[in-house]
């Protein structure tokens, strides 16, 4: 049962999970049961990565379009039915209380490498655009609920499948080219979008709200600016080695928002410093590299694509909530992997990582 199993993967996967535990120890000692919960957790999460990793990549195939069509009939019902928490409906009660969004970080990418994969070696234009479509049908309903973090997660996931099947670059240039037009505009004419009264079209008024804060969280210090004002001071105020295990001032002084959840990389990098920070950082390049390595390697498209989405995943977890935590990205909703609380994020990771570990196995399997 142990045979087979990637030994570099499993060692950036241990580094981050020590980290984890011991972050999370210090920033969460006064929060009763967090560091008993976030370690069940990880058990939780190990047991699943096991047991998948047994599953052969074709039986993986087998739950593509199952999984994914629950997945868009979970987020239906939540649009209909389901349950709203601070302002935004994101969940459903089926005796027990589920994210049905949570789901489509996983079915999203198995659903579209499933559809390359039938297509092979015969791939036209509609089926691009047939695979867009399978894309933006669960992002708009995670949109709509409003969730911008998960949306932008699988978006990620979704349009990483799309392009490692073969996407010309001509059709990806010109999206790139408009969004970096757009944040430029934004740089040089903030002051006058976020004026008093001015109403951005699309987007909410709380994803608005962030975008102008983050241009300037000054604007309002203790209120919406609050989160991104702290994270940086705490960031920085630890330096190049860090105030020490347990002695954060800002972490413990309850000056850090969410220092469990969302924030927790502040609460991290003012204990451990820039050295403490490098090492994170280390660790989850480590594990996006050996899964693009995983990918090059898989012996199917199915299996090179899914594999690839993965690493994308992990890189984009790692990146947004780095970015938001320092005041370079808007504050949405992401974790940061094996660090924040979070039991149902906890699981995911587990289901990417195990599909990650059996790509790797059935690799070694075919090779010998």
């Given at each position: 049962?142990l045979?087979?199993?990637?030994?570099?993967?499993?060692f950036a996967i241990?580094l981050?999970?020590g980290l984890g535990?011991l972050t999370?120890?210090s920033?969460?000692?006064d929060h009763?049961?967090?560091?008993v919960?976030?370690?069940r957790n990880?058990l939780?999460?190990?047991f699943?990565?096991?047991?998948?990793?047994?599953?052969?990549?074709?039986?993986l195939?087998?739950?593509?379009?199952?999984?994914?069509?629950v997945?868009?009939?979970?987020?239906?019902a939540?649009?209909l039915f389901?349950l709203?928490k601070?302002?935004a409906r994101r969940?459903?009660?089926?005796?027990v209380?589920i994210q049905?969004?949570e789901?489509?970080?996983?079915?999203?990418?198995l659903m579209l490498?499933?559809?390359?994969q039938?297509?092979?070696g015969?791939?036209r234009?509609v089926?691009?655009?047939a695979a867009?479509?399978l894309?933006a049908?669960?992002?708009?309903?995670?949109?709509?609920?409003p969730d911008?973090?998960t949306a932008?997660l699988?978006l990620a996931?979704?349009?990483?499948?799309?392009?490692f099947?073969?996407?010309?670059?001509?059709l990806?240039?010109?999206?790139v080219v408009?969004?970096v037009?757009?944040?430029?505009a934004?740089?040089?004419?903030g002051?006058?979008?976020c004026?008093?009264g001015v109403?951005?079209?699309i987007l909410?008024d709380?994803?608005?709200?962030?975008?102008?804060?983050l241009?300037?969280?000054?604007?309002d210090p203790l209120?919406k600016?609050f989160?991104?004002i702290q994270g940086?001071i705490a960031?920085?105020?630890?330096?190049?080695?860090g105030k020490?295990?347990?002695?954060g001032t800002?972490?413990?002084?309850?000056?850090?928002?969410?220092r469990?959840t969302d924030?927790?990389?502040?609460?991290?990098g003012?204990?451990f410093?820039l050295?403490?920070?490098?090492?994170?950082?280390?660790?989850?390049?480590?594990?996006?590299l050996?899964?693009?390595?995983?990918?090059a390697?898989?012996?199917?498209?199915?299996?090179?694509?899914?594999?690839g989405a993965?690493?994308v995943?992990?890189?984009?977890?790692?990146?947004?909530?780095?970015?938001?935590v320092?005041?370079?990205?808007?504050?949405?909703?992401?974790?940061?992997?094996f660090i924040?609380y979070?039991?149902?994020a906890?699981v995911t990771?587990g289901?990417?990582?195990g599909m990650l570990?059996s790509i790797?196995?059935?690799k070694?399997?075919v090779q010998t």
């Amino acid at each position: 049962m142990l045979r087979g199993f990637d030994g570099p993967l499993a060692f950036a996967i241990f580094l981050l999970c020590g980290l984890g535990l011991l972050t999370m120890y210090s920033s969460g000692y006064d929060h009763g049961t967090r560091f008993v919960d976030h370690a069940r957790n990880m058990l939780i999460a190990g047991f699943i990565l096991f047991v998948v990793a047994q599953v052969p990549p074709q039986r993986l195939m087998r739950v593509a379009v199952p999984l994914y069509t629950v997945g868009v009939a979970l987020l239906i019902a939540v649009a209909l039915f389901g349950l709203t928490k601070k302002g935004a409906r994101r969940w459903l009660n089926v005796g027990v209380v589920i994210q049905p969004s949570e789901i489509m970080k996983i079915a999203m990418p198995l659903m579209l490498a499933w559809w390359f994969q039938k297509r092979e070696g015969a791939l036209r234009a509609v089926d691009f655009l047939a695979a867009g479509v399978l894309l933006a049908v669960p992002v708009g309903l995670i949109m709509k609920q409003p969730d911008l973090g998960t949306a932008l997660l699988v978006l990620a996931s979704g349009v990483s499948v799309i392009f490692f099947a073969g996407l010309s670059w001509r059709l990806v240039v010109p999206p790139v080219v408009l969004g970096v037009a757009a944040i430029g505009a934004l740089v040089f004419f903030g002051d006058d979008w976020c004026a008093e009264g001015v109403r951005w079209p699309i987007l909410h008024d709380y994803q608005q709200q962030r975008i102008c804060t983050l241009l300037d969280p000054t604007r309002d210090p203790l209120g919406k600016g609050f989160h991104i004002i702290q994270g940086m001071i705490a960031i920085g105020s630890g330096g190049f080695t860090g105030k020490g295990f347990m002695q954060g001032t800002q972490t413990h002084l309850e000056f850090v928002p969410e220092r469990t959840t969302d924030f927790i990389f502040a609460a991290f990098g003012e204990e451990f410093g820039l050295l403490g920070a490098l090492l994170l950082i280390g660790g989850f390049i480590a594990l996006v590299l050996r899964a693009l390595v995983i990918a090059a390697q898989a012996p199917t498209l199915f299996t090179r694509l899914l594999a690839g989405a993965i690493a994308v995943m992990f890189f984009s977890y790692a990146f947004v909530n780095m970015g938001m935590v320092s005041g370079i990205l808007p504050v949405v909703g992401v974790p940061l992997p094996f660090i924040s609380y979070g039991g149902t994020a906890m699981v995911t990771l587990g289901l990417a990582l195990g599909m990650l570990m059996s790509i790797s196995r059935a690799k070694r399997l075919v090779q010998t």
